[in-house]
Every structure is written in C-alpha cells, then in structure tokens.
C-alpha cells in the first residue's frame, strides 16, 4: 500500500502527538502513521490526502481551501530542495529513519517551516521540535 499524503503534511507528520481537530481525525492520523512506521511508502498528492479524509464531510473542510494549498507549495519547494529532489506532486518518497531525522533537524532549525506561519498548530509544533521531538508517534 501506499500513503497518499500532501505536502505540507510531510512537515506535520514530524510533530504529531496525537492531537488534531477531533477523534475521528486523530484516530486516522494515528493509523496514517502505523502505515509509514510499517515502511509504507509515500505518494507526494496535489489536494486532500489520506489525513484529510476525516474532515471531508465537514460543511467546508479547510483542506480544500486556499491556506492549505499555499501551504502544500511552500512545503513542497522547502522539501523538495532538502531532499534535492524536484518539487514532489505526483512523486514518491520512503520515509526511512535518517530521513526523519533530516526532515527533523531543518524542520527545528526553520529551514523547512515557510510553510507554517498561520496555521493554529505553529505554536505547538514548534514546542515538540524544541523539546527534541520527544513524544512524537512517528
């Protein structure tokens, strides 16, 4: 199987911690990331993805908005030139544990963070990225 994630949920995948918008998101996002730590691979998609599926039925889910798309682009161009790979749509990558931990290490020290500014959850993840990612389910 393959993980179909966004661009920018490659940055998020590094701080998550089990919290999110509701139960049902959180529960996905955990099965999400059982997948990518069984060594699944990842299919870089252009939209909503596996994590966004929850929140799809919602009246106006923010994953088809605007600030979700900038934020997909900034993130693809961040890790794109960190990975030295072309911009990632329709891409693949594996998620092995030294490219965590490189994603990690810009992650902490704002190279690949363009992205975030604006999204609610900046303030915490950039607690986890300060705390040496410590609690992290992935």
């Not at 900038?70 to 072309?86: H, I, K």
């Amino acid at each position: 199987m393959t993980v179909r994630l966004r661009a920018h949920h490659l940055l998020c995948m590094l701080t998550y911690v089990g919290k999110g918008y509701s139960p049902a998101f959180t529960g996905n996002y955990d099965r999400v990331v059982e997948r990518l730590a069984r060594g699944e691979d990842i299919l870089i998609v252009s939209g909503p993805d596996d994590i966004c599926a929850p929140l799809l039925d919602e009246p106006e889910p923010h994953c088809l908005g605007e600030s979700a798309a900038g934020r997909d682009e900034l993130a693809a161009r961040d890790v794109a030139d960190l990975l030295g790979r072309p911009h990632l749509a329709g891409a693949r990558l594996e998620l092995d544990a030294s490219t965590v931990t490189r994603m990690r290490k810009a992650f902490s020290s704002g190279l690949t963070r363009k992205a975030c500014p604006g999204c609610e959850w900046f303030e915490l993840c950039g607690i986890i990225a300060a705390d040496g990612f410590r609690g992290t389910r992935l």
